[in-house]
């Protein structure tokens, strides 16, 4: 029998983008509509505390670096300005919300490692606890900063070297008891999901960003210009179709805020 967890849903603050990042040809010209409105929407940024029976709490995803407006590129603030952020949204905050300190961290599972999941890391320098993230996405990350061509979404270096990476080689890997991880691809090589069980409240499915927005899961919607490989996105999203279908899986996406606000107006935690 699977071990059970329960899971904390961490708010984290409030990002106001152009919807043709989520979805692909929103708010495009086409001959019927030449002049179309283009439409911002307010997203969420999320982070999850899994407490697993055995393993300790652990956190999905981290969010975003505190002071982000003066460390992030200027064209990243540009495109994806935080908008609303206040100490309660810090990550070291809200963990104590909900009732966790940093140091209660026991590891941390990337879904991938872009400057909004990935800033929060800054917490944990030099702390040595396991930092989970895919091979893929490592080098990845490795590689795009030292080349510079995409510098611009991913951690800066000077942080990779005190942190406890812990690679992730396999399509699917189960971490511990009842928490499962998948190699998801298409909006980033190493983009990986988390599948949590809890023992009153079902499955959950931590997609990180294979789903900005619940549309593109729900409306079955492909990646706008922040999809990097659409062959492998799709295949993703087939997969994650199979299997929030047979698990009855509550969805969570790497930044609707909807979704974040209607599952913590039902529960601080589910369990």
Known sequence: MSAKSKITLLDLGRIDTDDGFFIRGCNAA????PRPQYERRRVAVIATVIEHPKAGPILFDTGCAQNAATDWPAPAWEAFPINVYEEEHHLDTALEAAGYGIDDIRGIVMGHLHLDHAGGLEKFRGKDIPIWAHEKEIKEHYFAVATKEDIGVYLPSDLN????????HRDETELFDGI???HMPGHTP?????????????HFMLTSD???????FEQDLPQGWLGRDSH??????????????RYDATMVYGHDATVLEE????????D
Do not use: C
């Open 263 to 270: 599952l913590t107006a039902q529960a601080k935690s589910f």
């Open 30 to 33: 086409v001959q019927s509509a």
């Open 210 to 216: 294979l789903y900005h927005v619940r549309d593109l």
């Open 190 to 202: 190493g983009l990986m999901t988390m599948q949590v069980e809890t023992k009153n409240s079902g």
């Open 180 to 182: 499962t991880l998948r």
């Open 232 to 245: 492998s996105w799709h295949r993703s999203h087939r997969w994650m179709k199979q299997l929030q279908h």
């Open 161 to 168: 070297w005190q942190l406890n990476w812990q690679p992730i």
